[in-house]
């Protein structure tokens, strides 16, 4: 048997066998890594939602978003399957990826965040791309 045809759970029963490795290190290297799995898992789910997120924000017509519906916003929650927590989460990701703009809202003005209370906080959705009814065609 080589080294390439060992399994892990083989290769640390070996190591320890020969006495490289005592059954503690082994246990600490197999929680390790399994902990690495487990957060690698968690990355890719956030990654899942924040594309799902963005996907779904485009669609609408509104750029006032928030986590969950209110009046003078679309709720995240409503477009996606997801926990609260992982919504947060994502748009915090978003909102620093430059995809929303935090602010609060009072009575439909813009307020900063430290001025407001967390219900009303509000996402609005940056548009990089101006629509095509606001270019202006300059002749030179």
Same mark, same amino acid.
Request: with cysteine; hydrophobic share 40%.
């Given at each position: ?9 083989? #290769? $640390?029963?070996?190591? =320890?066998?020969?006495? &490289? ?8 290297? +197999? /929680? %390790? ?14 990654? #899942? $939602?924040?594309?799902? =997120?963005?996907?779904? &924000? ?8 928030? +986590? /969950? %519906? ?71």
């Amino acid at each position: 048997m080589t080294i390439t045809t060992f399994t892990n759970s083989e #290769l $640390l029963n070996e190591l =320890i066998s020969r006495g &490289i490795l005592t059954q503690s290190q082994a246990d600490s290297a +197999v /929680k %390790k890594s399994a902990r690495a799995a487990d957060r690698a898992a968690k990355v890719a789910a956030l990654n #899942l $939602l924040k594309t799902q =997120i963005t996907e779904a &924000i485009t669609s609408c017509e509104s750029h006032v978003f928030s +986590v /969950k %519906k209110t009046g003078n916003s679309i709720g995240v929650m409503d477009l996606v399957e997801a926990e609260r927590g992982q919504v947060l989460k994502a748009l915090t990701q978003l909102t620093a990826d430059g995809v929303f703009r935090k602010v609060g809202l009072v009575g439909g003005v813009e307020k900063p965040t430290s001025e407001v209370n967390a219900f009303q906080i509000r996402y609005i959705r940056n548009v990089s791309e101006a629509p095509a009814e606001f270019e202006t065609n300059e002749e030179v």
